[in-house]
């Protein structure tokens, strides 16, 4: 149940990733993503990394690398996807092909809706929606 007097909006995601070069080329240089903050922790031996679409937004992505990780993380059952609304979802997933992005699943109708959605991976094999407005 809601409380009225408590206010919540998203602030942000975050992913553990194991290359941070390799991250920032999908999200910033492919998806277009813009980095709002980019700290060093040298006494936790990690760096963050915070992007958005949009610089002056109240929501952003958090790149986590963690310096000494060398093995895969477990993605988790719970984790389900990020979702990214695009314009045209079928010259989106085109252009990502054409930059070496690996596509799960190309445009298709929703099985139990109406939307057209497309799933692509990151370098991390994080799953991401595409979205088609209706």
């Not at 492919?30 to 006494?43: D, N, P, Q, T």
Request: overall charge negative.
């Amino acid at each position: 149940m809601s409380t009225p007097e408590i206010q919540f909006s998203f602030d942000h995601v975050m992913l553990r990733i194991l290359d941070l070069e390799r991250s920032l080329a999908f999200y910033r240089d492919i998806l277009g993503m813009k980095v709002l903050r980019h700290m060093e922790y040298e006494s936790g031996r990690f760096t963050n990394v915070f992007l958005s679409f949009n610089e002056n937004t109240e929501s952003s992505l958090e790149l986590t690398y963690n310096w000494d990780r060398q093995d895969v993380y477990e993605k988790g059952q719970a984790f389900g996807h990020l979702a990214l609304m695009v314009s045209d979802i079928h010259k989106s997933v085109e252009k990502l092909a054409q930059c070496g992005v690996r596509i799960k699943t190309p445009p298709k109708k929703m099985n139990h809706g109406q939307r057209i959605i497309a799933f692509v991976l990151d370098p991390d094999d994080y799953l991401i929606e595409l979205i088609e407005p209706v």
